[in-house]
């Protein structure tokens, strides 16, 4: 059974950082697309960043126009854990983030399978 289990969240001020975690198990994480959406009140969920892997190319990496060059987004092999390094908070970063695997990808919340349960980012001003 995957299991996507996030951290990290909290309330700050504009311009300071957080990281983000999802643990995930029940999965091989090389095989899956990891992606990060978030979910601000009244809104859609929409797309933040995802990173995919494989051997010869290594990890290549996706991002949101408006989170380029603040967000960060890796991962460690070894702990099956995903990261989203999130510098330069603004108030509109303010959002439930979620971790998501899925097979194929994309930033389509469509397209994938496998959800955490969230963790609140609140960015002050």
């Known amino acids: 059974q995957v299991q996507l289990v996030e951290s990290g969240g909290g309330l700050v001020q504009a311009g300071d950082s957080l990281r983000l975690s999802c643990v995930a198990s029940?999965?091989?994480?090389?095989?899956?697309?990891m992606s990060w959406f978030r979910q601000a009140p009244d809104k859609a969920r929409e797309f933040v960043a995802a990173?995919?892997?494989?051997?010869?190319?290594?990890?290549?990496?996706y991002y949101e126009d408006s989170v380029k060059g603040r967000f960060t987004i890796s991962r460690d092999g070894a702990e099956n854990t995903v990261y989203l390094r999130m510098n330069s908070l603004k108030p509109e970063d303010t959002a439930v983030y979620y971790c998501?695997?899925?097979?194929?990808?994309?930033?389509?919340?469509?397209?994938?399978?496998?959800w955490g349960q969230g963790t609140q980012v609140t960015v002050s001003s």
């Open positions: 998501a695997a899925g097979l194929v990808g994309g930033r389509s919340a469509q397209q994938y399978a496998h």
């Open positions: 990173i995919n892997w494989n051997n010869w190319r290594g990890a290549t990496t």
């Open positions: 029940g999965l091989i994480l090389s095989r899956y697309t």
